[in-house]
């Protein structure tokens, strides 16, 4: 019996990327789509790569509307999220892939968001210790950000267990689909191309304090993060490149150990051979999370340096990944780790 | 009970396409892989997005690593096809991906290729008239050029329909992969991104009769082809833009008409609606052809676009679709419509 | 003694690249600038890589603030222009970069633009047959659009020499700064890198009528165009794919020799040696025009390929060459052939 | 009377961009051009965007075709330079552009390159403290790497004033032109386009002991220096993103302070305005450094972002500002802070 779903937010890359994946879940048909500013068009005008769903016409967010189906994706601008999720009961899934839910320091969320904290739910990044558990047959998910993703993942097994000092120092490209699709002139294609640019430096970005709290959780005390993104000419992909002083004892074998266990049971998680370093294009629409590590024995640091997708494991597989876990199918049912390339 | 494949010819671009669509496929067990300059050589260092075969070390092209697979695939350098086929004999099924074995004309072969005629196989495009037919139950396919794919499937229409002059104006713009990964400097990232450019101008082209060839089948008398093709800064895609006089009497709606039933039952071949145009970003690793028509009443002129991925629908997903076919074989298993966007 | 130059319009991607080429000019000192949307700005926010202009405030456009000029460029959206350049008097040098006074049909104005038609200015493509003479002592210039310079750059010489037939076809790709800085969603960056794709399919881009006038002035018959643009993933550079029958007797040799003629002395027109083509890269931010020729025997077509800079040559380059021929300048004054590349 | 210079490793990318600046320079007359390699083929056929020199042909690297120049620049494979240099004579002013001469430290030399240090020429970065001085009149310069020019410009400043701990991390993303032209897989363009990737993970990078030199030069102590260099896709550029902790009582004023006074004279080095972060695409084919900094006080850490053109600033351009010293002309002569946008 099919798991109905509808997606609150189909317009936008997130809720693009979400449908794609969903096209390929054995186990999900696909219900309701809405998007409000373009509702009453066609899908086929608004995703023209998702022609199976090129007739469906995007309907209003409504709880009418959103109603009759097991899981509703929301892929909302932060703040609409918790009046959509209360309309819906408890019985239903609910994965918000915005980022109302993500932070549980309350203080945190006022002072990035300015707004009221909304809450803290289950949050949707299984590989992170003691995270799976929360998931599995969760009614609420909170899908991490994109950066908090790639982040949390190069980093979390160098501070569960030890090996890190608490000051992380964290540079990342992202491709422009992290953006959104709302058109700004710093955005356009003329703009971006053959060019590398930051913003949000010296601590202002929004995902600062979600890999705040992610890193100070694996380390079990406060972690300071030095958070610069930057916007990269491509389309989709983060790399993230970690670093944080080592602790006194490390060496570059000890080093490899904890990362090869980290990631040996993981389905997505793929510490590369010796001498292989991520890219992103190797990711380029996969679930999959490529990480490689380095101890720095002049510098005296640990370098992790990963590459996702940033629409895939960093919003939408990630947000299938976590429904898996939440409806008690195999976690990695219709998700896969081959990337498109070249 | 799985069909075992092997690939010769696995470490390139074309190789490695396949792969992909091989792992998603659900009736296909990926055997031996071959590689020459690379045997020896983990997959993964030179296919780093195929991480279920990291592991896998490619191993010399001989007939004792081919045998015992129920399907050959061939992407191996021109004219080393026919030697191999012979020696895998006649109950194997042999998929070549290169061009030997495309064109019926033998001299045309030898002008453009410059050695002797190898033969010619049942030709792997079937969405061509009469050719579904002759791929069912096959043993031996031809997979056509990645160009000849999107400009026939172009123009096929108009032309079996009777609707154009037979002279026919195409220029294409194609995706970096259609020349290969063997390195050389023209291909550079640092001098393809930001440009473009024409090559094989003036009819030079190797796959001028080979498009000469479908379009005239398809019309029932000699086309005489004009075909350019230009490098464009972007991994994959083909954006072909095809055009030919109209014969008198041809208006917008029966243009439209002749489309919409070329392309009604035709799992791969979807005719846009009015007003939208293709794109490649739209069937990025996907096995679908956009199509868009148009009258240019002033010009006196058939428009026909096409957008393929030219290593899907271009090469690998045309090797899969025919591999379909030959094996009995739903054809569009282990094939998708969906692109990967944005 | 400087000629002070006023650019309305200097927020925009033309209005960037004309202070870019007037910064090096000898002879010309910048004056105001204006934008409207953007008046009270500082130029450094809108435009940073002109760094000397940085703390310069745009102003709005009003004859006031353009009085006292020697040059008013403007680089205003179609239809604005004949009142800005009424006001400022007939003694003043105007040189109008949009479209308003290209075409001389007026009837051709009225079906492409759907407004009055405002008036036929001398054309700034002094490389045409019997242009330059009229835009020497000039004060008034209707700078070509960008196709229409790549692609009468490319034909005109067949067309004068009476060796093509009265149909041409052209396929031209262009970078994405052609189409502004409107923010757009299909022009993001998400959009277009990766993607080719058409636009204005059929006849209905508003440079086919440009393109039309210039060719049949050079054949002296009316020429049928058929144009076909589309968006390339690179921020500049058209490359125009441009053919049409051979008329008999057309050789390589005498199409050759006619290219080689007619590009000996104009100090932009480049006819590449044969065996190299050109491409866009080799020609970013200059303002020459390459060009390669061919006979293509089996299809009895011309192929003529050019490339130029959408932005320089094909705009603010265009504008600055007819400045210096209105002044009485070298025609070559501020301007290079020196592309940047790679 | 005019400096006649000659370029040895015309072919390749710096070669060719100092010939780009060559050319513009009003001081110089470009002589001598060799490319063993390439030695006898037209200029044209491997710089295509070089329209004056497209005759010229190149010459093999003698001292007897070096000879007879007033500046001979060296743009060779390192390990070439010594010999070279030698032969020319001690009044001949050399600029290498390569690596040889750029380390003062022969061991750092020897572990980093694997041959024996040829010696130490003065450094070609005259915005170094006390680097100037032993340019003007120098008859040896050995121009920095683009890294540490990036590097080196965007945190001496706050080294120079004592104010950041000698700690520093970087990670930068560099354009492709900095690997060079000679082909290589990874460097293909259907590899780097839509991708980013590191490489010299931990140290290795040979820019490292160079960048290690400069900033403890700076600080006057030893900085350690972790350093990540990733390739991005974009033909030119570098954006390296550079933090260290702040010492006790930095503040964001007194940290801007320190670079409003380091960039005050400097005609090459652009603090932009508060708000305004570097792009590399504003400095395209420009001599420019923009730079901006920040003191994120949650973290301690000061971030200073740099953005250069490897190709003008980080290679050709440094290498005429520094001739320009060494000849005793102004520093800026053939020089610009323009850059080539969008």
Known sequence: MAVRAAVAGA???AGGELLRLLLAHPEVEIGAL???SNAGQRLGALQPHLLPLAGRVLQETTAEVLAGHDVVFLAL???????VAEQLGPDVLVIDMGADFRLTDASAWEKFYGSPH???W???LPELPRARAALEGAKRVAVP????TAVSLALFPAYAAGLAEPEAVIVAASGTSGAGKAPKPHLLGSEVMGSMSPYGVGGGHRHTPEITQNLSAAAGEPVSVSFTPTLAPMPRGILATCSASAKDGVTGESLRAVYEKACADEPFLHLLPEGQWPATASVYGSNAVQVQVAYDEAAGRIIVISAI???TKGTAGGAVQSM????GLDETTGLTTIGVAP
Chains 1, 2, 3, 4 share one sequence.
Request: include cysteine; hydrophobic fraction near 25%; glycine fraction near 20%.
């Open 11 to 13: 317009s936008g890359y």
């Open 324 to 327: 898996n876990l939440a409806l």
């Open 118 to 120: 909304a809450g803290t």
């Open 145 to 148: 950000g994109c950066y908090p």
């Open 77 to 83: 601008p932060h703040g609409q999220s918790a009046a």
């Open 34 to 36: 809405t998007g409000n």
């Open 122 to 124: 289950p949050y949707g």
């Open 309 to 311: 997708d940033n629409l």
